[in-house]
C-alpha cells in the first residue's frame, strides 16, 4: 500500500510517500511544496499546480491529511484551510482516498501522548522508518502522518479480526 | 468594468457578475455552484470544475470575494476557508485579480452598519442594481461583495482627488 502523507502549511506543504508492506514501512520519497507567486490566489494557484504534479508522479493508493487546527491564531487557521482546501481538492481530482488527522491523533498515535512535542513525533518516524537521519521537518511531520493512518488501519485490522 | 461578486460557502457558492459603467451598475448575470461528490474532497475536486467554467465564461476583470468567518463555530469556519482556498486558486489561476471583503465590511459598504442583517444587504442590492425581484439569496449576497467594491473604488478615486 502506497500512503501519501500530508502536512499542509500556509508556506511550505510538506509530503512523504510511505510503502507499508506486512508490518514493515519504507519511506520511498519524500519532499516539500513551496508556492509561489505575487499574492496569495496566485500562491494557492501554483500550489495547486505543483502538488498536482506530485500526486501524479507518485500515484498513492491512499493520502493522510494532517488537518484541523492546532495554534492559536484563528486567522493563520484559516489560511491554513484554504491551503489544504486545495490540497483536498486535487487528491479528489486523482481520485486518491483521503484520511483526515488532527495534530494530536498524530501525536498520540505515534509517542502515546497528544500534547507531544513535534521533536518526539521525529524522533519515531526515524525510528519507525530505521533511517540514518531526520529528514526535513516538513516531511518529518507528513511521515508521521502517513504512518498514523499506516498504524490505525493495522489496529482496526486487529481489532475487527481480520 | 465587469466586477464578479463571490459568496463562498460549505455548500452553494454564489457568484453574480456585475458590470459598472460611470455611476451606473448593472447586473449581468447570476447563479450558485452547487459541488457535488461522495465525499469532502471529491466535492472540492467539483467545485474547481463547477466554478473553473463559470470563471471562464464570464471572464471578469477582477473579483470580490468574501472572506474572513463571522458564524460562531470555529470548524464551520474551517470548512469554508477550505472551499474559498479552492475558489481563489480558480481565480489565480485565471489571472483574475481578487478583492476580499468581510462580511462586516460589505454591511457597512452596503448598509451602513457592520452588523446589519443580510435582509437589509438584500434590499440595498434590489435597489442599487434597480431590480424587479431579489435575485436568490446566495446570489445576492454575491452581488453585495461585488458592489461593495465597486463602491470602495469611488471612494478611493473621489478621495484621491481623480
Given amino acids: 500500500m502506497r500512503v501519501l502523507g500530508v502536512d499542509p502549511g500556509t ?3 510538506g509530503w512523504a510517500l510511505i510503502i507499508a508492506r506486512g508490518n514493515r514501512s519504507l519511506l520511498e520519497a519524500f519532499g516539500t511544496v513551496r508556492a509561489k507567486g505575487s ?3 496566485a500562491r494557492l494557484a501554483d500550489l495547486d499546480r505543483r ?3 506530485v500526486v501524479s508522479e507518485l500515484a498513492p493508493d491512499c493520502a493522510a491529511v494532517e488537518s484541523g487546527f492546532s495554534g492559536r491564531n484563528p486567522k493563520s487557521g484559516l489560511v491554513l484551510a ?3 482546501g486545495v490540497l ?3 487528491l479528489g481530482r486523482e481520485g486518491v482516498p483521503v484520511h483526515p488527522y488532527t495534530p494530536a491523533q498524530v501525536k498520540s498515535a505515534m509517542v502515546g501522548n497528544g500534547n507531544a512535542e513535534k521533536q518526539q513525533v521525529a524522533f519515531m518516524v526515524v525510528r519507525l522508518l530505521g533511517l540514518a537521519e531526520p529528514p526535513p521537518s516538513d516531511a518529518a511531520d507528513a511521515a508521521g502522518v502517513a504512518l498514523t493512518h499506516i498504524h490505525s488501519r493495522v489496529v482496526v485490522a486487529v481489532r475487527g479480526g481480520r
Fill in 11 to 13: 508556506r511550505a506543504t
Fill in 82 to 84: 484554504e491551503s489544504r
Fill in 51 to 53: 502538488f498536482s504534479a
Fill in 39 to 41: 499574492d496569495h490566489p
Fill in 88 to 90: 483536498l481538492a486535487v
